[in-house]
């Protein structure tokens, strides 16, 4: 009985040891994996090699580099190139030449030139090459050198001319009148009758009359009803005729207002001002107040 219960002991305690190294193993294998290692980067492709068709010089110059006469004409000939030359000199350097680097033993000699063409920045095309080897001098035939032509500059637009204002539209006010043909215009000045034109206030509010139309480049269109005789006078200059008469209105009794007479100025293929308000010695002083326009004006009274 004691036997078979310590055999019953040993296969439990047995049980447990084989328990505990598996829980211990199961523990080591649920270790977080290792980080993955970096994936390598990818490798860069080599630029591409440069275009042949319009070789600039240090294009062409590379590709001159081993001097090989059958190896380089194939890579060049037929091609177009952009270069800046200048004329060629030193010891044993052909006549005629040009180069681009005077320290490169590569020049160039031009089949054709343009008029006056003694070096520049030249587009053509390569005819041929040659290496001499004793001189070590690398010559490239180009078709043509000419440096092309450089439009004029155009001279500026001229301003456009600032658009006149538009001519008044003649009048027919007063057609027909004493003094005035069918259309309005004035034909006779002296036979004209106040009320045959316009009235229209001027400077400092005077009142006035204009009758008949300017005519072309007449200076009186710049003038103003309420002008005085010197200011009218700077504008149009001086009259052909002038003078002045007594109106009605002198022989009113007890009448003292302005317009008892009137100065009037005539102006030879213009026209009549009439001024009033001034003193009978001093005309000056008044102001015009009736502009008659008369291209056929004689200036005479």
């Known amino acids: 009985m004691i036997l078979k219960t310590s055999l019953n002991f040993l296969a439990v305690a047995a049980a447990v040891a084989l328990a505990a190294a598996g829980c211990s193993s199961t523990s080591k294998n649920a270790a977080a994996p290792a980080a993955p290692a970096p994936a390598a980067a990818?490798?860069?492709?080599?630029?591409?090699p440069p275009a042949v068709e319009g070789l600039d010089y240090r294009q062409l110059s590379g590709l001159?580099?081993?001097?090989?006469?059958?190896r380089v004409k194939p890579e060049i000939v037929g091609k177009t190139t952009t270069l800046t030359l200048a004329k060629a000199a030193g010891r044993g350097v052909p006549p005629g030449l040009y180069t681009v680097d005077a320290g490169d033993p590569i020049y160039f000699r031009c089949r054709s030139v343009g008029p006056g063409f003694t070096g520049g920045t030249v587009t053509t095309k390569i005819r041929d090459y040659r290496f001499a080897p004793k001189e070590k001098q690398k010559i490239?035939?180009?078709?043509?050198?000419?440096?092309?032509?450089?439009?004029?500059?155009?001279?500026?637009?001229?301003?456009?001319?600032?658009?006149?204002?538009?001519?008044?539209?003649?009048?027919?006010i007063g057609a027909g009148k004493p003094g005035m043909d069918a259309r309005g215009n004035v034909v006779d000045s002296s036979k004209v009758e106040a009320g045959s034109g316009r009235t229209v206030k001027g400077l400092n509010d005077f009142e006035g009359e204009i009758t008949g139309n300017p005519a072309a480049n007449s200076k009186f269109a710049r003038l103003q009803i309420g002008m005085s005789a010197r200011q009218v006078q700077d504008i149009a200059g001086p009259p052909t005729d002038q003078g002045a008469y007594i109106t009605g209105k002198a022989w009113i009794p007890f009448y003292f207002g302005a317009d008892r007479h009137r100065f009037e100025m005539t102006y030879k293929g213009q026209g009549r001002l009439i001024f009033a308000g001034g003193g009978m010695g001093d005309f000056s002083s008044g102001n015009l107040?009736?502009?008659?326009?008369?291209?056929?004006?004689?200036?005479y009274r």
């Open 42 to 48: 990818a490798p860069v492709a080599p630029p591409p």
């Open 64 to 70: 001159l580099d081993d001097g090989n006469e059958k």
């Open 140 to 172: 490239v035939d180009l078709e043509r050198c000419a440096v092309a032509a450089v439009e004029p500059a155009r001279p500026a637009a001229a301003p456009a001319p600032a658009p006149q204002a538009a001519a008044p539209a003649p009048s027919t």
């Open 289 to 299: 107040i009736w502009i008659i326009h008369n291209p056929n004006e004689a200036g």
